[in-house]
C-alpha cells in the first residue's frame, strides 16, 4: 500500500491523507446488493472507502449497512467491511465500483 498526502476540499467537508494505492480484495454480490472489502490495513483507510462508496452509491430510497469484522495494524489480518443494499446493484453502480478499486490496484470479482 502507499500513500499519497495531500489536502482535498469539497463542498461539505476537508480531507486530508488520500489513499492511491490499496491492494485490497473486493468482491461485489451484484444480485444480493452486498459489497465485500478485506485486507485493509488501518481505520483511516476503511474511513475513505466508506466515504467514497457512500458517494458512489448513495441514492434517493437506498440505505447501507456496514458491517465491520477483522484487526488492522502489523498482527492483524486487516479490516473486513462486508457493505449491504437494501435493493440489487445496476450495471453503472458495479461498473462504477469495479473502476474505482481497479485504479487503486485492488483485485475485484463480480458474482451474479
Known sequence: MSL????FISSSSVYVGVVVNMGLSVQIFRDQGEVMISGIPTQWVAERIIRDINDILQKR????VYFFEGSPGVYGG???IRVVLNTF???NEVNA???YFE?????VSVYG
Open 78 to 80: 486487516g479490516l473486513v
Open 4 to 7: 499519497c498526502s495531500g489536502v
Open 89 to 91: 446493484l445496476g450495471e
Open 61 to 64: 430510497g437506498s440505505d447501507l
Open 97 to 99: 465500483l469495479v473502476k
Open 103 to 107: 485504479l487503486r490496484n485492488s483485485s
